[in-house]
């Protein structure tokens, strides 16, 4: 089941707060085994759309308070495995849109829901250069390149990520943006822009800012290993 641009999407939701980030496109798996999150699995399934929204959470001074960004992505369940002997399960979702919470209600069920608004990239803004995502790609490649002196590892690492100048710029965005999983606010912070071309331009200033210091780092540890 997937969501046309034009299908009217859920509101409210059922919202799950995680420490990651998942983006439109993405596929993950999930082990759900917390009650209130398998009562969800439920209800969604219950409902026919099958579908729920992920939020990041973040550390709170207060642990039994979560704090919870206010974009996330709407997620569909793709597969679900049988139930393990325990009562958890594994589920396979894929992001489709991301949203803004609104109105949100603890109490109804044991699981928090919200309404949400649903966010699209500003559709006026001018379309950004192909010059640009090829740049993207080449900084990534260069990045991996630096980790390996493999030539066949840094093919196979780009061919795990799917990257390609020809994705539209929006999808490559997404892709390009999951590859920062080591830093969750960093992907926050791409998920809620709304503009295509300054996410680009953002993604490929982190780059080649991460080029610049991989390559002063393994200088310096040449110079290391070279010292008598």
């Known amino acids: 089941m997937t969501y046309p641009m034009n299908h009217e999407l859920p509101t409210p939701i059922g919202i799950f707060p995680l420490p990651l980030v998942v983006f439109p496109g993405e596929i993950r798996t999930l082990h759900i085994f917390e009650p209130r999150y398998l009562a969800l699995l ?3 399934q219950a409902a026919g759309h099958k579908s729920f929204g992920i939020v990041l959470s973040i550390a709170s001074p207060i642990p039994a308070i979560p704090m919870i960004t206010a974009v996330g992505t709407l997620c569909q369940v793709i ?8 009562g958890s399960c594994d589920i396979e979702i894929q992001g489709v849109r991301r949203f803004k919470l609104g109105d949100t209600d603890p109490n109804t069920q044991p699981y928090l829901t919200s ?3 649903y966010l699209e990239d500003d559709p006026d803004e001018d379309a950004p250069s192909g010059q640009l995502q ?9 990045l991996l390149s ?9 093919q196979q690492q780009m061919a795990s990520l799917a990257l390609s ?6 999808a490559l ?3 390009v943006a999951k590859c920062f999983e080591h830093d969750p606010t960093v992907q926050q912070h791409f998920l809620e822009l709304t503009s295509t071309r300054e996410r680009l331009r953002l993604q490929l ?10 390559a002063a780092i393994n200088q310096i540890e040449k110079a290391f290993q070279s010292a008598p």
């Open 79 to 86: 597969q679900q495995h049988p139930y393990l002997p325990d």
């Open 146 to 154: 630096l980790n390996t002196t493999d030539d066949t590892r840094v």
């Open 115 to 117: 309404q949400v608004s």
């Open 173 to 175: 965005s997404f892709r």
């Open 42 to 44: 439920q209800d969604i």
């Open 205 to 214: 200033d982190t780059l080649n800012d991460l080029v610049q210091r991989t």
């Open 134 to 142: 090829e740049q993207l790609v080449a900084a990534l490649k260069t």
């Open 165 to 170: 100048e020809t994705h539209s710029p929006l």
